[in-house]
Every structure is written in structure tokens, then in C-alpha cells.
């Protein structure tokens, strides 16, 4: 069964957590052994890479509007004679050097996938592929009735807003993977996951979209909610603030502090944007669905939160990584005012849309788990858990993601693609 918060297993295959780069490579090494048997009889063109990438593309660049054998010959002249940047032997040479790359500022050529120096970022690729759906495939009848006669006012006040959270956020989420994040990697085994990323959470807005035509809401004034209401607009604030400061084309990650604020920033997206506004963020819905109410949105967002957790823990691994490489010590006291300023707009979040509690859940509640969910993240970030002794309110919540997805079949359409056949969520 995939654990859909630590997909690899890296806690039970590794007790011992990775803590040098020595011990990361060795890891990589051994999950390399695979890929490489499957390498030996390609042919394909040395590259020595011995200059940062962007040079390697811009020399590619000066030969793309010639015909493939143009290319080549200009490959030939201007690598090899002139610059010596490239040493084209034969056309049956080694492959890049796995040591040549590196999370960001690396040399290898990002357009050669193996060998694999990060083979858990492949894995995740084909994990994010065993989660496929769309949001027509989901019954959304019932939610229809639910909302219409069912709900209260405070429970469609809930439900509302947490949809119009979610709209934006989801695409400032599309926004930092796709445009700030992805661009600064030089494995191409991690931009391949990012790109799945970027496809997911463009998903994620059509399956809100398809929520809020469904039920028949006001689409530009839901779309327009985190304009105008202060609880809402706090916190995709703080998150564009992080998103603006490293979707910068002169950003340089040779530089410490530039570096520090990009892995600032990713942490915060994977580990508090994903990985607790997100996980936590579907709670008040899910809370409906355990009442048997607006079941349809709810399996929609079960399918979202499988998502979420990957690219949460994924990220998280990245971050590790670059750290790691870079040999990084973030200063403590903006990791701390990192989690404050998250968790001041989480209650202000929390108290707007649960200004009254539902039936089951409350906006201490949803503080309470945000505070549980955030030392789970600070632990698996390696950073000291920020509210210690956080209770885990609702224990229900991990199961949503968990979850298998067996159907009703009088309720909705048979959901579980399985692509190879070979998926088995127990
Ligand atoms: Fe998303
Ligand atoms: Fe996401």
C-alpha cells in the first residue's frame, strides 16, 4: 500500500535518516543500479559539462534552427574546436557524469534524464501517476440536494469560503512550482516530477471550477473572495510575498543569501502552504462528508489531498537535498518567524470561516490541527517542532488520504484508474 505521506517508505527502508551527502550518494547509487543496466547499450553523446548550463543551452540555442545534421556538424565545430567545452569522442561514449549533478547550480545536461542521481524523484513521478482522475468522474447530484436543502447558513458559509481559499491558492501553488521552483533545478529527474506537479494543481482548479458550476455559485464572486475578505487575503499574502521574492530572472543561487531565501521560500510552500494550509485545509468539508454531506466535493478533495501530500513531502525531500549539497544552515529565528506568521493567519482564517462552529468541527479545531500538522512537517523539514505538545484533534483526517477508495456503485462512478494494472492501494 502506498503511504500517501511518505510514498517511499523512507522511514521504514532507512531507519537511520540521510545526514551527509556521502550517505545520500550511496543511497542514490544503490536505486541507480537498475536504471544503469537499462544505459549500457545507448549511444548518445558525451557531454563534458564543464560550464553552467545555462552556457550549454545557449551554444544549443546558436545551432536550433539548422536541420538535425547541421546541428551536429555545428556541435562538432563549436564545442570541440572552438571552446573545448564539449568533447565529442565517438557516438558510442559515456554517459554524463551523475556527479556532475545537483539539485540547482549544476553542470550536467538537464536535458539527459540517467543516469539518475535523485531515482526517488522518478518514483515519485510514477507514484503522482497512480492517482489520476478528473472531476467528471465524481457524482456531484447529492452535493447538489445537500446544498440546496441541507446545508445551514454557517455550513455554506463554511464551504464557500474554503472553496474560495482553495481557487486561488491552487494556482499561486501552479504559480511557484511551475514558474519559480521548477526553472532553478538542473536534474531533469526532479523538473519531470515538477512538471506532474504543475499539471496537478492546474487539475485541482478545474475540479474546484467544476465544484462551484456544479453546486451553482457565483463564480466571480467566490473567485473574487480573497479580495475582499481580510481572513482570506492574509493569507495568499504571505505566500505571494514568498512567491514574488524568488520569481526573479536575475536570481543567482550562487549566493548564500539568495540561496537562503529561495529555500526559505520553498519550505514554506511545501512544508506550511502544502503541507498544512492544504492537508489541513480540506478538514472543515471532510467533516461534512463523515455527516454523509457534500460527499461528491469531499471524494473530489480526497483525490486533491493524495496530491498535495506528494508534492508536500517531495518538496520537503528537495529541500533537504539542497540544504544538504549546499551545506546550509538556515538562521532559526526566521524559521521561527515563518511559523508565527503562519499561524497568526491560520486563526484569523479559522475564525472567519468557522465564526460558528459546525456540528463536529470548530475553529479551535482546526487551529489545534493545524499546530499538530505543523510539527509533523517541521520534523520531516528537520527543523524543531514550533508548537510542541499540539494535540491531534482529528485523527479521522490522516485516513482521508489514506483512505481506499472502494465505490458504491449506486453513488458514483468507479473512480480507481490503475495505470499498468499493477496498483493496489492495500
Ligand atoms: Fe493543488
Ligand atoms: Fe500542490
Not at 538556515?330 to 472567519?352: H, T, V
Request: charged letters at 25%.
Amino acid at each position: 500500500m502506498i503511504n500517501w505521506d511518505d510514498p517511499l517508505n523512507t522511514n521504514k527502508k532507512n531507519n537511520k535518516p540521510i545526514k551527509t551527502l556521502t550517505e545520500s550518494y550511496a543511497k542514490s547509487d544503490v536505486l541507480n543500479n537498475d536504471f544503469q543496466q537499462q544505459e549500457k547499450s545507448v549511444e548518445i553523446i558525451e557531454i563534458e559539462a564543464k560550464s553552467p548550463m545555462a552556457k550549454t543551452v545557449d551554444n544549443f540555442q546558436k545551432t536550433a534552427h539548422n536541420d538535425y545534421t547541421n546541428a551536429d556538424k555545428a556541435i562538432n565545430n563549436e564545442h570541440y574546436h572552438s571552446n573545448k567545452k564539449y568533447q565529442k569522442t565517438s557516438l558510442n561514449i559515456e554517459s554524463i557524469k551523475v556527479s556532475d549533478k545537483s539539485v540547482i547550480n549544476g553542470l550536467a545536461d538537464v536535458n539527459q534524464l540517467a543516469p539518475f542521481k535523485y531515482p526517488w524523484a522518478w518514483e515519485y513521478f510514477l507514484n503522482a501517476n497512480k492517482n489520476h482522475w478528473t472531476p467528471l468522474d465524481i457524482n456531484m447530484a447529492q452535493d447538489v440536494h445537500d446544498y440546496q436543502y441541507s446545508l445551514t447558513d454557517t455550513e455554506k458559509h463554511v464551504y464557500e469560503n474554503v472553496l474560495a481559499y482553495l481557487t486561488t491558492s491552487d494556482i499561486l501553488a501552479m504559480r511557484n512550482i511551475g514558474l519559480a521552483v521548477m526553472e532553478k533545478m538542473t536534474a531533469p529527474e526532479l523538473q519531470i516530477y515538477q512538471a506532474r506537479q504543475v499539471y496537478e494543481e492546474a487539475l485541482h482548479t478545474w475540479t474546484y471550477q467544476h465544484c462551484i458550476e456544479t453546486i451553482g455559485l457565483d463564480q466571480s464572486e467566490i473567485y473574487n473572495r480573497y479580495r475582499v475578505v481580510p481572513a482570506i487575503n492574509a493569507k495568499i499574502q504571505l505566500a505571494n510575498r514568498r512567491l514574488n521574492s524568488i520569481l526573479r530572472s536575475d536570481i543567482d543561487l550562487t549566493n548564500q543569501d539568495e540561496l537562503n531565501n529561495f529555500i526559505m521560500a520553498y519550505s514554506f510552500f511545501a512544508g506550511i502552504f502544502e503541507g498544512c494550509w492544504f492537508y489541513n485545509g480540506f478538514t472543515p468539508i471532510f467533516s461534512l462528508q463523515r455527516r454523509g454531506l457534500m460527499k461528491g466535493t469531499s471524494e473530489q478533495l480526497q483525490y486533491i489531498m493524495r496530491d498535495e501530500v506528494l508534492h508536500a513531502s517531495f518538496g520537503i525531500r528537495v529541500v533537504k537535498q539542497i540544504m544538504l549539497e549546499n551545506e546550509v544552515t538556515l538562521d532559526p529565528k526566521a524559521i521561527r518567524a515563518m511559523w508565527d506568521e503562519s499561524e497568526a493567519a491560520e486563526i484569523g482564517y479559522a475564525q472567519y470561516i468557522l465564526k460558528d462552529p459546525i456540528l463536529g468541527y470548530s475553529a479551535k479545531d482546526h487551529i489545534e490541527q493545524f499546530r499538530f500538522i505543523a510539527n509533523r512537517r517541521a520534523r520531516q523539514l528537520g527543523f524543531k517542532e514550533p508548537f510542541p505538545g499540539a494535540k491531534n484533534c482529528t485523527p479521522w483526517l490522516d485516513e482521508q488520504a489514506n483512505m481506499r477508495k472502494e465505490k458504491n456503485f449506486f453513488e458514483t462512478r468507479v473512480t480507481e484508474y490503475q495505470t499498468g494494472g499493477a496498483l493496489d492501494w492495500d
